[in-house]
């Protein structure tokens, strides 16, 4: 069985661009969570989304904003790009909402604003 | 709200040594408890977890158990490869079921 997918691997762009993120989950995995990576804030929490509705949002700016399509597949997007937002983004998914599921995470896709 | 704090790295071993990886929580309830792994330049590999207290959780050498009691899940392995060079991190799943919280991460480099 496919791991979690994330296109594309790595980016960049310039500030005041926007990016969007792409995931798709484990087939039968109907939840989707958006993790963001960087070295000084370490690993924080996005957005959690189950059959396309999301569940719970993290400390985040409206920038960052996410979906979830009916097929479970989830994009990411990240308007008005700042330096800070550089970082590693992860996707992670699992089968169902009971707490038991085990989460499992992509490969990231790596972000540079320059 | 939920916290996650480990030992600050890096920790350097060499190949055979015995690990020890401490964490602590602080969370309501009784949340699941996590170690996942993060090889250079890679994503989050989930590497063992507990559901509930006193639970052992367990994989390729390494061992945590779910300690109410002093809120910890360290991570102990008994002799460490030079493959398990990497960064690990403790994480706590929320009541919700629906949020992760990390720790800081600890680097690991074993040394042969």
């Known amino acids: 069985k496919a791991g979690v997918t994330q296109t594309p691997r790595y980016l960049i762009k310039t500030r005041g661009q926007q990016v969007t993120l792409s995931c798709s989950p484990i087939?039968?995995?109907?939840?989707v969570s958006w993790y963001q990576q960087t070295p000084g804030q370490g690993l924080q929490f996005l957005f959690e989304?189950?059959?396309?509705?999301?569940?719970n949002k993290g400390n985040f700016p409206g920038r960052f904003s996410g979906r979830q399509f009916s097929n479970s597949r989830s994009e990411m997007n990240v308007s008005t790009l700042e330096l800070g937002d550089s970082a590693l983004y992860l996707c992670?998914?699992?089968?169902?909402?009971?707490?038991?599921?085990?989460?499992?995470f992509g490969e990231g896709s790596w972000l540079t604003v320059v | 709200g939920n916290s996650v704090t480990q030992m600050e790295g890096p920790v350097t071993l060499s190949e055979e040594a015995f690990l020890t990886i401490n964490c602590t929580y602080t969370?309501?309830?009784?949340?699941?408890l996590f170690w996942y792994v993060q090889y250079p330049g890679e994503g989050l590999q989930l590497l063992l977890k507990?559901?509930?207290?006193?639970d052992k959780g367990s994989n390729k050498g390494f061992e945590a158990t779910y300690r109410k009691e002093t809120t910890s899940f360290h991570l102990e392995k008994g002799s460490v490869q030079v493959s398990d060079s990497a960064v690990y991190f403790c994480?706590?799943?929320?009541?919700?079921?629906?949020?992760?919280?990390f720790g800081g991460g600890t680097r690991l480099m074993v040394k042969p």
């Open positions: 087939s039968g995995h109907r939840s």
């Open positions: 994480a706590l799943l929320n009541n919700a079921g629906n949020m992760l919280t």
């Open positions: 989304y189950f059959s396309e509705t999301q569940r």
């Open positions: 969370a309501t309830g009784y949340p699941s």
């Open positions: 992670a998914s699992r089968e169902g909402l009971d707490s038991g599921n085990t989460i499992y």
């Open positions: 507990a559901t509930k207290a006193d």
